[in-house]
Structure formats: C-alpha cells, structure tokens
C-alpha cells in the first residue's frame, strides 16, 4: 500500500522498516490517486448514510489510520451521514492495541484530530470532533498516549478502556 505526501510527491511504502519506526514525513493530508495523479474518490456506496443513520453504535477502527480508515472517511458522504447519526448513535474510535508506523508516534487527540479532519474532507465540512465523536475505545496496555485533558477540551471527555485479548 502507498501513500502519497501532496506537496513534496513523496511516496512511501509503510510495510519497509521496522513496525516501530514512524514514516520519514508525517501524513497531512490522505488523497486518492490513480497514474500518479490526484483524482476525485470514488463514490459512497448509497445505504451509508441510511446504515448510519438508523444505528445505535458506529465504532470507528481499529486499523491503520491513514490507509485503511481515512480513506473510506474521506469519501463525500461519510461526514454528512456521521453528523445525522450525531443524535441517535453512539460514535466511538477504537483505537489500534499496538504501534504502528503510521500512528504509532501520535497521541489519542492528534488520531482524533486525523479523523475529524478525513471525515471533514479537510475543512469542506464545519466539524469538531464532538459532533463526530462520543468517546475513544482503548485497549488496556495500548502504546498509543492517551492524553486525556486534550481530548476533554475536544469535548470527547469519555474514554472507555477495555481489556485486551491479543494474539500474536
């Protein structure tokens, strides 16, 4: 999987290198490509917005942030149909149990932020993380700073911590 760095062009493989590691450049912004070229994303499947709208839980992750969730968060849709379940459902990011290279380096507001970005298609939309968000999802022993007083101000105050079941 690569990912593109829009203003330097810059193409990373996030499988090279150690899984500790951070990438060689932090990710601002997750965009599709095809040929090399930026293109617009592909469309959402229609019944989203329904699915999420009728809920009661959308749990968000766990996964690598900018290649496996960010994407389907970017696509025109999934902001708008996360803000119609803003009164039904409960909307919770289960954070990742381990590092990754992607996000293994950032703090639970900053993935926060990540994903309130994504699902605002990156200031297309007006959001703050607590009308996207009810809570994060942790995982007992997660590596991942959970920096509490931030997220607080994000107005995401609830932090679940549930144990771990892992195998390897």
Do not use: W
């Not at 803000?83 to 993935?111: C, F, K, M, V, Y």
């Not at 932020?113 to 990156?122: E, H, K, M, P, T």
């Amino acid at each position: 999987v690569k990912m593109a760095h829009m203003r330097r062009s810059l193409s990373v493989d996030k499988n090279l290198g150690a899984a500790s590691e951070p990438l060689p450049a932090p990710v601002q912004r997750v965009f599709y490509v095809r040929g090399g070229i930026a293109v617009d994303a592909p469309s959402l499947n229609a019944r989203i917005p329904t699915l999420l709208h009728n809920a009661s839980l959308v749990l968000l992750g766990p996964g690598s942030l900018f290649t496996s969730l960010i994407p389907s968060l970017i696509l025109p849709g999934v902001g708008e149909a996360m803000l119609a379940a803003r009164g039904g459902a409960q909307r919770i990011l289960l954070l990742n149990a381990g590092a990754d290279r992607e996000s293994g380096h950032l703090p639970a507001s900053a993935i926060v932020s990540a994903v309130c970005d994504a699902l605002s298609r990156y200031g297309q939309l007006p959001l703050v993380p607590s009308h996207i968000l009810d809570a994060i999802m942790v995982s007992e022993g997660c590596t991942t700073h959970i920096d509490t007083h931030i997220l607080s101000a994000m107005g995401i105050p609830t932090v679940h911590y549930v144990p771990c079941v892992c195998t390897q």
